[in-house]
């Protein structure tokens, strides 16, 4: 079977040096964990999967986590020679590696283009030093400035760094400072994102004991009309609800996403979506390698999509967009019509002025995309 869809992989790196208080993906302490053996097995099964769909060159590659580059120079080396020996990668695509700001040696950097990764996400998340320590942040403020440089002198240019606001105690005019020191590296490519407290961290932990203290839902409101209007006057379009890029800068993987498109998920935890399948693969680490041992595929959830459910997911995650939903590709892909389908959400919103239809596509407002969540929750349960 040819997977002509598929043109992208996202690859998980379970590990890190610390765990932020905010952070729910699937991650563990990197002390004591078989990290050697975790790579032998995640290239295994690059293999197994390729061997059994051939594919057509991917398009993106994204390497997350966790924390990719807190591998050692021989693991990282090690890994980024299996992916681009394994996966069918076109050299002149996006392959993204994510990295904390302090954990990326010049060693580090000649590795990942020596092996063509042409893109770095950096968790920066804040320019407060203090705030940092409270979100259990291992950087500092120097420490991104410091390892931006590095990037650039490896000749890394196609840079993101993610922001979240609405942290614990945190007041509109340090999001405006933060704002201000990341446009003044002038990146291509920013994500900002409203803290969103997670079952089983360290935030949840605390707001069910009642000691998380955060911001008003005005005053989160009041920082993403900051950021957006901040943006926009610094030039960078908003492309996504949290996303905002230089001219053809935006984040071609997550793109893939958002579209609705289909993609390969390798690693512990990590999720696909291939052939019309959503699956999972098992989480712990341990047992992860153990079926990759006895030559199967860790998969530990499998859901095929009924055509009802592709539709809703066509239009939740398509509405993330700027450019939203386009009506005429919606109605060729699944041959209905969209607002026939759709015609009483749609009519709801756009009453609630949550949603327009502007140049054959189906957007939110600016409003929309305050509210966004209620918007999309609309779409679900055809």
Not at 24 to 50: A, C, R, S
Not at 186 to 192: A, M
Not at 319 to 338: A, S, T
Request: glycine share 6%.
């Amino acid at each position: 079977m040819i997977l002509k869809l598929v043109k992208s992989a996202y690859i998980h790196i379970p590990f890190c040096e610390h765990i932020c208080y905010y952070c729910d993906f699937n991650k563990v302490f990197l002390k004591g964990q078989p990290v050697d053996e975790y790579i032998d097995q995640l290239l295994h099964e690059m293999e197994l999967t390729i061997s059994r769909n051939a594919t057509e060159q991917l398009e993106t590659i994204f390497v997350g986590g966790g924390t990719p580059t807190v591998l050692n120079e021989s693991q990282l080396d090690k890994l980024c020679k299996g992916i681009r020996n394994i996966l069918p990668y076109n050299s002149e695509g996006e392959f993204t590696f994510e990295a904390n700001p302090g954990d990326l040696s010049r060693e580090k950097l000649n590795i990942l283009k020596d092996y063509d990764v042409n893109r770095l996400s950096f968790g920066v998340q804040s320019f407060n030093d203090e705030l940092l320590k409270k979100i259990g942040r291992a950087h500092t403020e120097k420490d991104v400035y410091t390892t931006i440089e590095k990037s650039h002198q490896a000749g890394f240019e196609n840079i993101s760094i993610d922001l979240i606001y609405s942290l614990p105690q945190q007041t509109e005019k340090d999001f405006i400072d933060t704002l201000s020191k990341a446009l003044n590296l002038n990146l291509p490519h920013y994500s900002s994102y409203s803290l969103i407290v997670e079952p089983k961290t360290v935030f949840y932990n605390l707001m069910q004991k009642g000691k998380l203290h955060l911001p008003s839902v005005e005053l989160e409101a009041n920082m993403y009309s900051v950021l957006i209007d901040t943006m926009e006057k610094h030039g960078y379009h908003q492309y996504e609800i949290s996303n905002f890029s230089k001219e053809n800068y935006e984040s071609k993987h997550n793109l893939v996403y958002w579209n609705n498109e289909e993609y390969f998920g390798f690693g512990a935890g990590a999720h696909g979506y291939v052939n019309g399948v959503r699956q999972s693969n098992i989480g712990p680490i341990k047992k992860y390698i153990e079926k990759l041992r006895a030559g199967h595929l860790p998969i530990l959830e499998s859901n095929v999509l009924t055509k009802n459910e592709m539709m809703e997911e066509q239009m939740f995650l398509g509405l993330r967009k700027n450019d939203g939903v386009n009506i005429e590709q919606f109605n060729q892909k699944f041959k209905v019509n969209m607002l026939d389908v759709f015609k009483e959400q749609i009519e709801q919103m756009i009453h609630k002025q949550l949603l327009q239809i502007s140049e054959g596509s189906v957007q939110l407002t600016r409003e929309g995309r305050f509210l966004g969540n209620e918007v999309f929750q609309a779409f679900l349960g055809l």
